[in-house]
């Protein structure tokens, strides 16, 4: 009778860890599925003293990310391309940039950001940076290339979409942490954007 109990209090005490294990790992992080387009995040910034509210939207851009699987599980995250693992980025990343005033983001609460000039000039002259996180060192990339697409620099538009593109100087684990960051003409950091794969 002792070793039935014992086996039904051990029984039940592996049921509830693999209940625990379950929902910890439903209630984490979502699975991403990349694809040649990927969303990296969005945020708003209030101009001062212009007062005007501009929304900014980042998107990696990548055909060897297309298919690529980020899966959470109990026994850890994984990332996957055709049932392959993934140990690296690419060595090219581009990033399609989006900052104005057109398209209205909802649930973002502007932060407030100083500059001299005027939203025009803030929209036209923004530059990038790639900050690669390896322990407490960090690697700074200036672009390979930047452009304004869409409507030309030379025309006033409430809205201007930058493509952005890095090239990495080695193979960069997957597990490395990277930030993509957003610099105004005054030389200030303005919004950052993580850019995660595992």
Known sequence: MQDLRRWVRRWLGLLALAT????AAQSGAPDVHFTV?????????????ADDVLHLMVTLESKELAG????HSASGTTLKDRGKDVEYFPRELTFRFTVGSKTKLLGDSPIDTEF???TQEFLDTLHFRLKIFHGLQETVLEPEWQKIVGVPVEMPYNERIYRVRFKLP????ATERMMLEVIDSEAERVAKFAVDLL
């Not at 690529?68 to 899966?71: A, D, H, I, P, R």
Request: one cysteine or more; proline letters at 11%; a positive charge.
């Open 116 to 118: 001299d000039g005027t």
């Open 20 to 23: 625990m294990q379950v929902c």
């Open 37 to 49: 387009a990927t969303p990296l995040g969005t945020q708003t910034l209030r101009l001062l003293p």
């Open 68 to 71: 690529v699987e980020l899966k």
């Open 170 to 173: 080695k193979h960069v684990p």
